[in-house]
């Protein structure tokens, strides 16, 4: 079995620039970075939800998600490990951002570890990663690791925090992930339409009816 981690990285970022896809790389950056000072190789896929924001829409109308929805949702739950950055509006996760868990199959993130990022143009509302964002994740059975990365404007300028620099709690994040990620087992999505899945482990459907 190969030692290379797979990560999915999704940024709900709506302008570009993006300072939401900024801190996104840059999680993305340290946490690849520390994977590699541990030996594991790690091949990380950046998707923009702003580039499927009307496929989302689509899904929520009709139950079914176009290709391009539907193959950031596959990459998504194949994954070993997810990492998500939204920005914050009133207070709370990004309507876009909250479609797209909405859009995506309620099994799919169970048992990954996620590490959760968020953006705004204040501190004021570096806590909605945890009343807000991380409640998400767990309704749906994943396993966000315990440190945050919130970034408000002043992080990315001369008059950023440096008691606690945004560069230094990334790193923190990112090695809680890699430590999730390095020693434990390659996730595998399960395909809900395999005999497998469906029959619950009988060899076939005559052994259901038996």
Do not use: C
Not at 147 to 163: C, I, K, N, Q
């Amino acid at each position: 079995m190969s030692d290379e981690r797979t990560i999915a990285v999704v940024s709900a970022g709506l302008s570009t620039p993006s300072s939401t896809r900024m801190l996104a790389d840059r999680v993305t950056a340290a946490v690849t970075a520390e994977l590699a000072g541990r030996g594991v190789e790690a091949t990380a896929s950046i998707f923009e939800l702003r580039d499927v924001a009307h496929d989302i829409t689509n899904h929520l109308l009709t139950g079914f998600a176009p290709k391009p929805l539907a193959e950031v949702n596959e990459a998504v739950a194949a994954a070993d490990a997810l990492v998500v950055v939204t920005p914050i509006f009133s207070t709370s996760y990004s309507g876009l951002f909250k479609s797209w868990l909405d859009a995506l199959d309620r099994d799919a993130l169970e048992g990954t570890p996620v590490l959760i990022g968020a953006t705004a143009g204040t501190p004021r509302h570096s806590l909605a990663i945890d009343y807000a964002i991380r409640p998400l994740f767990t309704y749906l059975h994943a396993e966000p690791v315990t440190t945050g990365v919130f970034a408000a404007s002043d992080d990315w300028g001369e008059g950023a925090d440096r008691v606690a620099p945004l560069q230094k709690r990334i790193d923190r994040a990112a090695r809680e992930l890699a430590d999730r990620l390095v020693g434990g087992p390659h996730r595998a999505a399960q395909d809900p339409y395999s005999p497998e899945a469906y029959l619950g482990g009988a060899a076939s459907f005559a052994d259901l009816l038996t």
